[in-house]
Nanobody, 124 residues
Framework: QVQLAESGGGLVQAGGSLRLSCAAS????????TAWFRQAPGKEREFVAA???????YYADSVKGRFIISRVYAENTVYLRMNSLKPEDTAVYYCAAVLGSCYGCYSPGRYGYWGQGTQVTVSS
């Protein structure tokens, strides 16, 4: 069993930066593929980034070059550094985890563990 808790959301102006954190308890993150998804009002939950159990990062095209996913094993925490934020990045951001590799990790249905979400609002 894994419990996930996100933090770090907030209000930022376009062009600014935020860092989201996802702290895990229960099991070590090194065995899991962990990911960030986001959901804007009236839209489906969409993939943002993932970090495989082996440490390989994957990004959605919309955030590639702006967002960085990373993991600190000692803290059992996954981070999402978001730079050059745009108003279209506004959403609730969710952390997710699945035991094993990143096979199918772009799909929310792949993940069995989810955090409660943190709001990110980017003003123009």
């Amino acid at each position: 069993q894994v419990q996930l808790a996100e933090s770090g959301g907030g209000l930022v102006q376009a062009g600014g930066s935020l860092r989201l954190s996802c702290a895990a308890s229960g099991r070590t993150f090194s065995l899991y593929t962990t990911a960030w998804f986001r959901q804007a009002p009236g839209k489906e939950r969409e993939f943002v980034a993932a970090l495989s159990d082996g440490g390989t990062p994957y990004y959605a095209d919309s955030v590639k070059g702006r967002f960085i996913i990373s993991r600190v094993y000692a803290e059992n925490t996954v981070y999402l550094r978001m730079n050059s934020l745009k108003p279209e990045d506004t959403a609730v951001y969710y952390c997710a985890a699945v035991l094993g590799s990143c096979y199918g990790c772009y799909s929310p249905g792949r993940y069995g563990y989810w955090g409660q979400g943190t709001q990110v609002t980017v003003s123009s």
